[in-house]
């Protein structure tokens, strides 16, 4: 991206890249709250700062304060899980479920299906099951990994014992 | 006076110097190997490229939909909007687990202490405010519009597009602060032999870094496969977490604006329906839908685009409007506007610029894939323009104005 005119000591920040940088994006920044300044408001084609705001920062604070704080929590949870070689499968597959279901979770509410009445193309599919086979998939491949790591770890554990010639 | 501000500034200044004693600040709280930099590098190399094309494609839309005068669309190649838009709801969807990822990894840094160590740390760390609230509120509303699910209580477009310039001065701000990092750790990276089939089990157990880099590969790759199909035709029976299919609705594709929703149910089965063209033109034009069909007619294979990503590409026939045009005794080189019998609403109308009027393509649509349009697909005409979007290919059309 940004190259760095003089010759630096290799994973030396440069401060004229971030100074520029910083120029650059603070310009960047400005012209964007210039806009939404300028179609700050209540009409129909409005962007009510207010609740803009709210849905911003909030979107910040639910992330900082409570998803992480809960995704820690449930890391430290499985430090217990024995034997050692299902945790990284066991992460592996609550990992992508979050993540699927946090995408399918309009879907399986059906949100736009009040959008518009006799809109039939809208939300088409049969979520439920959809989203517990996208998760059938992902834990029988957390299930390979934990096979494939079990079969590493006896294979590691017989060389260890073998003599060696 | 002075003395006691003195005395606050160096009681400032000690607290700074050591961090509390109580978690998250304490040393050592966060344990896990995955804080650390180099999965937080190449997390954010992949978030550059996934922002990168998100934020230019919907800049993209965005001119598209409201050009200034310096920026003319044009109508080919007519498949153009389909794939830029299409990569706009892609890449943000492939987002989702990239972000979250690289915000679990970089979590620690939240709690840094002391939290500012100069000037330069500060505004690095104040632009770190629009860029992730900016990112996460980008992602989700981008998510809630392509679901059709409209809680906020504010107008999409400008709120979700002005973000996006917040968001991306933000993150002009980041990648120079910390593009070195990225060289750190891309020249620190060693040549692997033989990299094993299985994250590597450390000490702890658990994911290694190059594990998570992994999953986050393994989430995106999983995000894309179960949502592109509704575009990506040969994809579309993996559209499992789709809201749209695009072989589903009314004459085999979606529909956006029902004709119930722009309240034409009466005005467009009218039997005295009138296509009416006017403005710059020789003769003013009033033609039936019987007139319509007895004009010579064009087809084409056009896609419809929507800007919340989907598309399909039926065959249309009906009317060329550069054909139309002439048939008006209109001048050549002309911007057009149709106009729906949609009585109110934000998309009814479209103005084409002379390129769309002039392309042979751009049809007032009768028949769609052999047969007349459905009501909610815009019968009895319909504007279908290649490389125009969805959102501006007006259905029951009333009037045509030559500008």
């Not at chain 2, 990894?105 to 002391?114: D, G, I, N």
């Not at chain 2, 740390?121 to 770190?128: D, G, H, N, P, Y």
């Not at chain 2, 002439?326 to 934000?346: D, F, K, M, N």
Request: overall charge positive; charged content about 15%.
């Amino acid at each position: 991206m940004s190259r760095s005119p003089s010759r630096r000591v290799e994973g030396e920040a440069s401060p004229r890249v971030f100074w520029t940088g910083v120029l650059l994006g603070v310009a960047v920044m400005a012209w964007g709250v210039y806009g939404l300044l300028s179609q700050a408001g209540t009409g129909p084609l409005g962007i009510r700062l207010v609740r803009w705001l709210g849905w911003v920062l909030g979107g910040l604070v639910v992330h900082d304060a409570v998803f992480v704080p809960l995704v820690l929590l449930v890391g430290r949870g499985l430090r217990r899980v024995r034997p050692v070689a299902l945790r990284t499968p066991v992460q592996v597959g609550l990992g992508l479920s979050v993540v699927m279901t946090l995408i399918a979770w309009p879907l399986l509410r059906g949100y736009g299906r009040t959008a518009q009445q006799g809109n039939a193309s809208i939300l088409p599919g049969d979520y439920v099951p959809a989203w517990l086979g996208v998760l059938a998939v992902i834990w029988a491949g957390a299930a390979v990994l934990a096979l494939a790591g079990a079969r590493r770890q006896r294979r590691a554990a017989v060389s260890r014992t073998a003599p060696r010639g | 006076m002075v003395r006691t501000a003195g005395r606050l500034i160096a009681g400032g200044a000690r607290l700074l110097a050591t961090p509390p004693r109580f978690p998250p600040f304490r040393a050592g709280s966060f344990r896990s190997r995955l804080h650390h930099e180099a999965p937080a590098a190449w997390l954010g190399v992949a978030l550059g490229v996934t922002f990168t094309v998100c934020f230019a494609t919907g800049l993209l839309s965005h001119l598209i939909q409201q050009p200034g005068s310096w920026f003319v669309w044009t109508p080919r190649p007519a498949g153009l909007y389909r794939v830029t838009q299409g990569l706009h709801v892609v890449t943000g969807l492939a987002s989702i687990p990239l972000l979250l990822a690289k915000l679990f990894v970089v979590y620690p840094h939240l709690w840094a202490w002391p939290p500012v160590r100069g000037v330069a740390s500060a505004v690095e760390r104040l632009a770190i405010v629009p860029l992730v609230a900016g990112s996460l509120f980008l992602l989700l509303s981008g998510l809630q519009n392509v679901t059709y699910w409209y809680p906020w209580g504010f107008f999409f477009p400008p709120a979700h597009y002005w973000a996006a310039w917040i968001t991306i001065g933000g993150l002009v701000v980041h990648v120079a602060a910390k593009v070195h990092i990225v060289r750190r750790v891309a020249a620190a990276r060693e040549p692997r032999p033989e990299p094993p089939p299985v994250p590597a089990a450390g000490p702890e157990g658990g994911l290694s870094r190059r594990g998570i880099l992994a999953a986050a590969g393994a989430a995106t790759g999983l995000v894309v496969l179960t949502t592109a199909g509704t575009t990506v035709g040969p994809l579309e029976r993996l559209a499992l977490l789709s809201p749209r299919r695009p072989s589903v609705g009314p004459q085999g594709f979606p529909v956006n604006k029902t004709a119930a929703g722009a309240r034409v149910l009466e005005t467009a089965v009218d039997p005295g329906y009138l296509l009416r063209v006017t403005g710059r033109v020789d003769e003013e034009l009033s033609l039936s839908l019987d007139d319509l069909r007895a004009l010579p007619q064009r087809s084409a294979v056009l896609p419809i685009a929507c800007v919340e990503g989907w598309s399909a590409s039926p065959r249309w026939s009906g009317l060329s409007l550069p054909d139309l045009l002439r048939l008006a005794g209109a001048p050549a080189g002309v911007a057009v506007h149709v106009e729906s019998l949609q009585p109110s609403g934000l998309y009814r109308a479209t103005t084409l610029n002379p390129a769309f009027a002039a392309d042979p393509d751009t049809l007032l649509a009768l028949d769609v894939g052999g047969e007349p349009l459905h009501l909610d697909h815009g019968f009895p005409v319909r504007l279908i323009a290649p490389n125009n979007p969805g959102v501006l290919q007006t259905k029951w059309v009333a009037t045509v104005t030559v500008l």
